[in-house]
């Protein structure tokens, strides 16, 4: 008897362990949500904290801001061509890159007024709700502690520090998200000109320090042109870049991952690679998810933002988010998408009169905003990490508008219609906010409204203006009584409460705006460097 008993228990055990451990989950393996294809990623969403934050912040900032060159856009790529003004800049400055070249503008480069809490202090004031850490730019150099980049990152040079660790600590004191922006899928690329050598002149077919092997840790392993193609290729993501550049960047993506946990996550393209089909990127963006998804009780709270950009990757609709580059949707996008944009270049070039005012820049975050976009600007530091006048200017000015008319922005959803005119439309629970860009003045009709009438509101308010606003619903609209004495502000918010849920009542489509005009402007004015500067003609050889 004894004999059978010892069977069934022996028997039982293992079933008995599984039992438990699926009932308390002790060491239980991490459940696998997405998978790096097409479809499985198409099961992201958009997270709630995303589409309420509404404006975020970041800088465009490394050891190209202190080249001493007004032309640092693309300056660690421009100065390896000759002819190019970053070329010139740097022959004046430093010397021929055959002998000084961009690995002594890292190491010469100092950063000493870094301060991640007071650059998180200053973006928490100006209004933003998450912030952006550049991790890694297309000069192959990281701004963490990097275990696939021991040498060339922030710790060894520039700041000295851990910017990446530095700045999620200091966004996790303020209360705000945090996130990195990295542009390594294109470096193999757009990194090969230090390859090169001068074609003409006294130093012609010196070969440049790109080509010293004792630097390929910075520089990268010499591509065939077959595989980087032409400068238009070039500047993009690389045609087929090699098995070990793939994995190179992968696991430098991994890395950053693993150890930093980003809430947002950005790739300067579409999906890498073209050689791969985007395998290697498809892998990056399901980690991202599952590391997120494993920190928020199985839900994918992060947000990844990729570019529909044609030739930049492979871009497939509903793996992620959409990231625009200073370019601004024509009408209300569904689900929401990111507008980047900058106070001017892209790096700070000691050129504060080429900043774009800050009114300019409210209007554009207000007009994103309508369409259901978020607005991050970027806010370019100085060489040693600290900012201009005229920066610290638009983020009070960013700050003081939002701390008086913020509710019309954040935590707010489109309406039926985006504009009238100067007129911007944004809902938030029963609430109809008009934000006018210009000043109203005397008799002022929102025709949008003209087929509402007076029982649908509730009340009609000017935001930060006490006294009491006459109104009325007519067939042309809703009529108000501007008051003459209005304080000067950047833009104006009418607060329309409503009886019902505005989502609810009709509208009326009334002079919609374009953004065609403005988008076609910073294209022309910005180019894809952010200086206006254009690449190379095909003949010029690096």
Known sequence: MENIIMFFVKR?????????????GCNRPEKVIFEPTVKSLRQYETPKWFKDAKFGIYCHWNAQSASKSSNNGWYARYMYEQGHPAYNDHLKNWGHPSEVGYKDIIEAWNADKF???????????????YVLTMAVHHDNFDFWDSKYQPKWNSLNYGPKVDVCGQMKQACEKEGLRWGVRTHLGRTYSWFQTNKGADSEGPKKGVAY?????????LYLEKAKPEQIGTTHSQIRH???????????????MFDLIDNYHPDHFYFDGAIPFMNDSGKSGMEVIAHYYNDNASRHNGKNEGVMVIKDIKEHGFYYEGISSVVL???RENNI???ARETENSTGPWFYNGNETGYRTSKSLLHEMIDVVSKNCNFVLNIPPKPDGSFDDSSLEILQDFGFWLSKYGEAIYSSRPWKTFSEGDIRFTVNNKHL?????NRPSGKTVIGSLAKWSEKDIASVDLVGYNNKLNWKVSESGLELTIPESLDDEMAYVVKISCKKIPSELPYSIVNLNSSEEENKKNKERYGADGHGKVAMPENVKS
Do not use: C, H
């Open 433 to 437: 906010y008009a934000i006018f860009l």
């Open 333 to 335: 996008v569904y689900p």
């Open 209 to 217: 320090d790109g080509n010293d092997p004792a630097y390929e840790d």
């Open 325 to 327: 580059e200073r370019t």
């Open 12 to 24: 039982s055990l293992p079933l008995l362990v599984i039992a438990a451990f699926m009932l308390f």
């Open 238 to 252: 690389p045609l087929t870049p090699s098995e070990k550049w793939m994995t190179e960047w992968k696991n430098r």
């Open 115 to 129: 301060d991640a809490e007071n650059w998180v202090r200053q973006f928490k004031d100006a209004g933003a709700k």
